[in-house]
């Protein structure tokens, strides 16, 4: 009976590791503006200098999350937050919190690197931006934006 009961407790510990190592709840629920949702992808398109836009909207489950915005590498970004214009290089990180978050749209304008926007346009190649949300044991999302450019046909 002991053994058994021993045997028990350890499953249900592993079990219960297992379930906190791999659960994703999201933080927050986001909308976007300018991101569009081809074939089973969400995209956002850019221009021919490589430059790119979009808009999020959060609306937070949870207080005092991390937000982090990852662009490919060499890639230039503008995010208005609210009042704050923050520009940076590769990779966002903001501590999003319900008392300071913006009740308008958060933009992302980016701008890539000459190689990845050529590698995008004429070779037709894929770039990602990577958004995740995390506030730790269980609030984790990790959603991909795919960058594409879109001809103009006339």
Do not use: C
């Not at 219960?16 to 089973?40: C, G, H, M, R």
């Not at 662009?71 to 208005?80: A, C, R, V």
């Not at 923050?86 to 690197?113: A, M, R, T």
């Amino acid at each position: 009976m002991n053994k058994t009961l021993l045997a028990l407790g350890v499953i249900t510990i592993v079990l219960l590791a297992y379930a906190l190592k791999t659960a994703q709840l999201p933080a927050a629920s986001v909308d976007y503006e300018e991101v569009f949702y081809i074939k089973n992808q969400s995209v956002t398109f850019i221009t021919k200098d490589g430059a790119g836009l979009f808009g999020m909207k959060i609306n937070p489950y949870v207080d005092s999350f991390k937000l982090e915005i990852i662009f490919p590498q060499g890639t230039e970004y503008l995010i208005k937050y609210g009042d704050k214009n923050i520009k940076g290089k590769d990779k966002f990180e903001y501590k999003v919190s319900k008392e300071d978050l913006p009740k308008e749209v958060i933009y992302v304008q980016f701008w890539l690197p000459e190689d990845v926007t050529k590698t995008v346009i004429f070779e037709k190649q894929e770039a990602t931006i990577q958004i995740r949300m995390i506030k730790l044991p269980f609030w984790k999302s990790n959603e991909t934006i795919y960058i594409k450019y879109m001809k103009n046909e006339k």
